[in-house]
């Protein structure tokens, strides 16, 4: 799951397991997203989002789980309870940068 101001993305990520390669969470610092785990990442965000969140925690006193709800209602302004949060319908590949 990618995680944008505007939208929930639900793809699949293949990440480079080439020797020389770097890390899952650092891949995904290098192709501008902020992973949610760093040993295991299923669920990755935008810098923007991050930036969002915090000037509506800041301004608003929005809580993360009200944020994210918004996220999902804004995906799906009809049925935001039916947007999927772990299911692939995608697949976005890393560029593969061993170094």
């Known amino acids: 799951m990618v995680v ?3 939208w929930l993305h639900s793809l699949m990520i ?3 397991w080439c020797p020389r390669a770097l890390s ?3 891949q995904l610092f290098d192709i501008g997203l902020f992973p949610a785990s760093f040993t295991s990442p299923k669920t990755a965000f935008t810098f923007a989002v991050l930036d969002n969140f915090l000037l509506d925690n800041l301004e608003c006193r929005t809580s993360a789980m009200n944020y ?5 209602r804004v995906t799906s302004s009809i049925f935001p309870h039916l947007v999927p949060v772990s299911e692939d319908h995608g697949c976005h590949h ?3 940068k061993c170094r």
Not at 68 to 72: E, F, H
């Open 68 to 72: 994210y709800s918004k996220l999902r």
């Open 94 to 96: 890393i560029a593969n």
């Open 14 to 16: 293949r990440f480079c």
């Open 24 to 26: 899952a969470d650092m």
């Open 4 to 6: 944008d101001t505007s």
